[in-house]
C-alpha cells in the first residue's frame, strides 16, 4: 500500500522560508496527484498546493500563490514545498496525501511554526 511521510517543518520568523519533503513509498506514484494540505487547531483541512506525477500540473491556493512552490522529483519517489515569505497565518501541521486525498494515507503531518 502507498505509504506519505511529510517532513520538513520548524519554527520560522516572519519572511523565511522552509522547504518540506514527502516521502512516497510503497507504489509507484507516477499516477497519482499528490497534494500539501494544512491544518490548525479548530479548523478542517485545507488543500494548499498540488502536483501531477503524470504531466507535473500543479495547483496552488489563492493563500499561498507566488510564495509556495511544488516540486516532484520522480527518481526519489518525493514531492516538495518550498515555501518562502512565510506568515505567521501559515503555521499549521502540514500533511501530504493523494489528492483527491484518501483517508488511510493521512500520516502524522510536520508542524509549520511561523513567528513574528
Known amino acids: 500500500d502507498v505509504q506519505l511521510q511529510a517532513s520538513g517543518g520548524g519554527s520560522v520568523q516572519v519572511g523565511g522560508s522552509l522547504k518540506l519533503s514527502c516521502a512516497v513509498s510503497g507504489h509507484s506514484f507516477d499516477e497519482y496527484i499528490i497534494g500539501w494540505f494544512r491544518q490548525t487547531p479548530g479548523n478542517e483541512r485545507e488543500g494548499v498546493s498540488a502536483i501531477s506525477a503524470v504531466d507535473d500540473s500543479t495547483y496552488y491556493a489563492a493563500s499561498v500563490k507566488g510564495r509556495f512552490t511544488i516540486s516532484i522529483d520522480n527518481a526519489q519517489d518525493t514531492v516538495y514545498l518550498q515555501m518562502n515569505s512565510l506568515k505567521p497565518e501559515d503555521t499549521a501541521v502540514y500533511y501530504c496525501?493523494?489528492?483527491?486525498?484518501?483517508?488511510?494515507?493521512w500520516g502524522q503531518g510536520t508542524l509549520v511554526t511561523v513567528s513574528s
Open positions: 496525501n493523494t489528492d483527491p486525498p484518501r483517508s488511510h494515507y
